[in-house]
């Protein structure tokens, strides 16, 4: 590993000239986690080895101190984390696991597990311990640890949403319970993934030495991970009521502007009161322009201006853990902005003239009146010049929270223009043939074989015919994928589902990233819950990348009555 040549941090001597530093923690052997069968994933190794790329070709890593990671400790993590759980993962990559490895994976929600994952997990804990310790004794100004697999989802006994141990949950609890001795006594946790942090919320809820501060999309409880614990009505319990809190986005397409206003208006008025020791940052970075999974726009300029105003606490002590983010290009450019911020140098150029959206001040409006009886400071009023005034700039918002199972027609129509952009006909005489014979079925649920002059052999062409369901979100969890095939219920479900014609399990499974952009539908379904229908945008654009988990299943798998009506339309995919 490189290491730094400007100083020798552990010198008393060298005590005022190392404080000036920023700390880098890499090491390649967190990329050892991978899917086990090399299968493409949005959380893979390539992310920190592009930031580590990027910070080297800008020759940032010689103006740092650059430390190798270090594991952490059981008795740090059992902070956090239940006992039970500490030993899965702990075992989990050992040979006598391997059987069992991808069914302990599959009894969780979005994770994969290989022979490096245990190994992984312990140093990307122990190396946000190690940075944050360093800081906290003054060694180093400031810290960025760039870590996988990401953290802020794992909660004390379940992993969840790639996460395996809570990084940052940790930290913040060793140098609180297990160095008190070096005075840090209030942590502010700024979470800007655009993600909730539910794990972590959940660690610190009743904690008032811990103000968890999370701005990240909700869209109405649909978002991963769905559910309420990402409102803004959560705003802790018991001694810890007031210091967490969720600035919860309509929507995607939230940018800089509107990050900008929540720093103006929420966080930095509350971080004036709380007066943080120290601040650590859940770095996620997919909220950033390009980003598959997030929808959001942050620009490296944007990271740089929030990176720039938290500096002004807690005397700088900053240290900031990757969490997501899925673009390399996005991800490495944003964590160079935020260590160029880190070093002081001259801000990057960018600006940000695009007001922020009217849902901005709606959010904003709601997270003050939440929180103004436990911060003061939030009962002021709001300036208007919130207010989205160019609205041309808005993004179109499919947005409806219909419990109806059956498409509106807005939902033909989108799925009609994304059919006509994505699909690749391979057998035309086939599928026109099919379209004709399914467009004289009636769509009801007395639909049968014989609901047309004449029999049809429907039934028999579509088994025959293999199409690629893309699945998106909380879908992306096989378990729930195979409700859909396999009929049954899981987690997130508001009823059993019955099942497909075919019930065979998926031919293959694979990740594949389109240049489009993904817009949320309906939010709600009587069945799935909250997860709703997306959509992609009818036009590629180069950047724009959304992930899509692609499973190659039967037409006949397809349920019967969705089938219809998007043959109607087009076969999506077919191969």
């Not at 709380?274 to 490296?300: E, K, Q, W």
């Not at 997501?324 to 003239?353: H, K, M, Q």
């Not at 929270?401 to 027609?409: F, Q, V």
Request: a negative charge; proline letters at 5%; charged letters at 25%.
């Amino acid at each position: 590993m490189e290491t730094a040549t400007t100083s020798k941090p552990n010198l008393p001597n060298d005590q005022e000239e190392s404080s000036k530093q920023v700390g880098l923690i890499y090491d390649e052997r967190m990329c050892k986690h991978s899917t086990p069968d090399g299968e493409d994933h949005p959380e893979n190794p390539l992310r920190i080895k592009a930031i580590w790329n990027k910070l080297q070709s800008a020759r940032i890593t010689q103006r740092c101190v650059v430390l190798s990671g270090k594991e952490a400790e059981d008795k740090h993590i059992a902070l956090v984390h239940t006992q039970r759980y500490i030993d899965l993962i702990k075992k989990v990559s050992s040979k006598r696991y391997d059987s069992r490895r991808e069914k302990i994976a599959s009894e969780f929600n979005s994770i994969y597990l290989n022979e490096g994952s245990t190994e992984a997990a312990y140093l990307a804990a122990g190396s946000v311990i190690e940075a944050s310790e360093r800081v906290a004794r003054g060694e180093l100004k400031s810290a960025v640890a760039i870590v996988r697999p990401p953290g802020h989802h794992a909660e004390a006994d379940e992993a969840m949403g790639f996460c395996l141990y809570n990084n940052v949950a940790i930290a913040a609890s060793f140098l609180l319970n297990e160095r008190p001795d070096l005075g840090i006594q209030r942590i502010l946790i700024v979470d800007w993934d655009v993600h909730h942090g539910n794990g972590t919320q959940k660690m610190f809820y009743k904690d008032p030495r811990v103000l968890f501060f999370s701005v990240h999309r909700f869209d109405f409880g649909t978002f991963y991970p769905t559910g309420d614990d990402g409102s803004h009505t959560m705003i802790g319990e018991g001694l810890g009521t007031g210091y967490n809190i969720n600035v919860p986005w309509e929507h995607g397409q939230c940018g800089d502007a509107d990050y900008f206003a929540v720093w103006e208006h929420i966080l930095i008025p509350v971080a004036r009161e709380f007066a943080p020791d120290m601040i650590l940052i859940s770095g996620g970075f997919d909220a950033a322009v390009g980003d598959p999974l997030g929808g959001c726009r942050i620009t490296p300029y944007g990271y740089s201006v929030m990176m720039n105003k938290l500096m002004k606490f807690a005397q700088g002590k900053i240290v900031m853990a990757l969490e997501g983010g899925y673009n390399l290009d996005s991800i490495a450019n944003s964590v160079l902005a935020c260590v160029t911020a880190l070093l002081e140098d001259r801000p990057i150029i960018g600006s940000s003239e695009v007001y922020p959206f009217e849902s901005t001040r709606r959010v904003i409006k709601a997270v003050r009146g939440e929180l103004s009886v436990f911060w003061p400071t939030l009962s002021d009023e709001l300036p208007n010049d919130l207010v989205l005034t160019n609205k041309e700039t808005a993004p179109v918002e499919l947005i409806s929270r219909s419990d109806s199972d059956a498409e509106s027609d807005e939902d033909v129509n989108a799925q009609s223009q994304l059919s006509e952009a994505l699909s690749e006909v391979n057998r035309v005489d086939v599928v026109q043939n099919i379209i004709q014979d399914l467009s004289m079925l009636k769509v009801d649920e007395a639909t049968n074989d014989h609901d047309a002059d004449g029999p049809l052999l429907w039934r028999s062409v579509l088994s025959k015919i293999d199409i690629w369901y893309g699945s998106f979100g909380s879908n992306m969890w096989k378990p729930r994928f195979l409700c859909y095939i396999e009929g049954g219920k899981v987690d997130g479900m508001q009823k059993p589902c019955s099942g497909s014609m075919d019930r065979s399990s998926p031919k293959s499974i694979v990740w594949k990233s389109v240049p489009h952009q993904l817009f949320f539908g309906r939010s709600h379904t009587s069945t799935w819950g909250p997860g709703g229908v997306a959509f992609l945008h009818p036009q590629s654009s180069n950047t724009e990348r959304s992930y899509m988990c692609l499973y190659k299943i039967t037409s006949m798998t397809y349920c019967f009555r969705r089938m219809v009506k998007m043959c109607r339309l087009h076969l999506l995919c077919l191969t």
